[in-house]
């Protein structure tokens, strides 16, 4: 097998999802993460049967820590040479002040968007330090760029993440391994849903009147990073709709 392997977190919709079948596309053999495996799997069949991608899905929660060891370890050794990690999965819990916010929701996107992101790197890292190769791109956001106002906690666990890809790519380049941001504006995927605890129609509001991103242009950003020559590095992208400027701004039609 000598295709490129790429493990992508949070596969199992969205940006994740568009970037699994963007770099099945272009010649990846990927490593799928998740935690509903029945969307996994579908992906795993869409994939094989358009692009013969190889696939191996590893479903784990990126919060448990002894999980998450455990799946890596587990890894077939025919996927154990990581190229790519794309630090995806991650999640908004609710949006209001600071004095009202919920502490779950706090603990929840800590949880994920820092601590297990920094879970799965940290059993990563170590076999591209090895091999003396690989690329980490991690996915912040705007709001790792920019508070907005009711975003406080989201915003702190994505300035996280950029601070951890600064120290990443100060860190690692020496080996030389590549290390990128990217910090999308709104992207209309299960996104808001997940930030509305399952409520559609206000998530829908979200996206009303404006043309977001799509995942599929975030998974182009992640895509153009990873293929470029490799004594190029694309520290950072923002990407953003043309009709958000900022995160506070949205031209409706
Ligand atoms: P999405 O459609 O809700 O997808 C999120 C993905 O993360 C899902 O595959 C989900 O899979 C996975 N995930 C969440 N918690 C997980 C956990 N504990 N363990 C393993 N997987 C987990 O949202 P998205 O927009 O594609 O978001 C992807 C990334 O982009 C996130 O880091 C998000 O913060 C960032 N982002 C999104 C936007 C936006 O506007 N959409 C803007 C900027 C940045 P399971 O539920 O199956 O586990």
């Known amino acids: 097998m000598n295709k490129k392997i790429a493990f992508i977190t949070g596969a199992s919709a969205g940006i994740g999802e568009a970037t699994a079948i963007l770099l099945a596309k272009n010649g990846y053999n990927l490593i799928l993460n998740g935690r509903r495996a029945n969307r996994i799997k579908d992906l795993q069949d869409r994939l094989q049967n358009e692009f013969q991608t190889q696939s191996h899905a590893a479903i784990f929660d990126i919060r ?24 995806n999965a991650g999640l908004a819990s609710g949006l209001s002040t600071i004095d009202k916010g919920s502490l779950d929701d706090w603990e929840t996107m800590i949880d994920t968007n820092i601590k297990g992101l920094l879970f799965v790197s940290r059993q990563v890292i170590p076999g591209m330090v090895e091999r003396k190769s690989g690329h980490i791109v991690n996915i912040s956001s705007i709001a790792g760029k920019e508070v907005y106002a009711n975003g406080n906690v989201y915003c702190a666990t994505k300035f996280a993440v950029d601070a951890l890809n600064k120290a990443m790519r100060i860190e690692l380049s020496a080996y030389p391994i590549r290390v990128t941001g990217i910090y999308p504006g709104a992207v209309e995927t299960e996104f808001s849903i997940v930030r509305f605890h399952g409520d559609e129609e206000k998530a829908k509001e979200i996206y009303h009147g404006f043309d977001s991103l799509l995942a599929a242009d975030i998974a182009d950003a992640i895509y153009y990073a990873v293929s470029r020559p490799l004594h190029v590095n694309i520290n950072e992208m923002i990407v953003m709709p043309t009709a958000q400027p900022v995160p506070g701004i949205i031209h409706r039609k």
């Open 64 to 87: 448990l820590k002894e999980d998450v060891k455990k799946a890596i370890d587990e890894i077939p050794d025919a996927f154990k040479a990581i190229d790519v990690l794309v630090n």
